[in-house]
């Protein structure tokens, strides 16, 4: 069961569609990836050192920020969601009442070797991934977190993919 704010109610109710994307936490910061260019999520949080002065004439240096140090339209795919049961027990019945466990796999765009270059300076691996879905107007608080998980394997080809199992 998921809650969301009656503005994100209100506007699947009017048959718009949101968009899907992912954000991963790498040590330098965040790096959020979409099918399409994200041109206004995150815009409400500012950005990293931003230099905006309050009344008083202080800087608060990106204090509200989310942190995202790259936003760019590089999924080429959004893998479905896949739950595992985890058997505890050798019967079958003893293994659904075991944990269920969330599998998520995204394939990137990595035609011009970009990520190939990224993971030597920042690695992937072992990093926590989020999916969300939400609306680009909306602030990012208002959208719905479906997966989150640690980053467990990756291939580097023309496409990278990464996937990632709920913790």
């Not at 590089?74 to 293994?95: M, T």
């Not at 640690?150 to 993919?161: F, K």
């Amino acid at each position: 069961m998921y809650r969301t704010s009656i503005d994100f109610h209100n506007r699947l109710l009017r048959g718009e569609i949101p968009v899907p994307y992912i954000i991963i936490a790498t040590h330098m910061g965040y790096r959020a990836y979409a099918e399409k260019e994200l041109t206004k999520v995150f815009d409400l949080l500012g950005y990293i050192a931003d230099g905006t002065y309050l009344a008083d004439s202080s800087i608060t240096a990106g204090s509200i920020s989310a942190g995202i140090i790259e936003k760019s339209a590089r999924v080429v795919s959004f893998g479905s969601f896949e739950r595992n049961l985890q058997s505890l027990k050798d019967d079958v019945l003893g293994s659904y009442q075991s944990k269920t466990l969330q599998f998520l796999s995204v394939d990137l765009d990595n035609s011009d070797a970009y990520f190939a270059k990224l993971i030597a300076k920042e690695p992937f691996i072992g990093r926590m991934l989020s999916y969300y879905l939400g609306f680009e107007d909306l602030a990012q608080s208002e959208h719905l977190e479906l997966f989150s998980g640690l980053i467990t394997e990756m291939s580097v080809m023309g496409t990278m993919t990464i996937e990632a199992n709920e913790e």
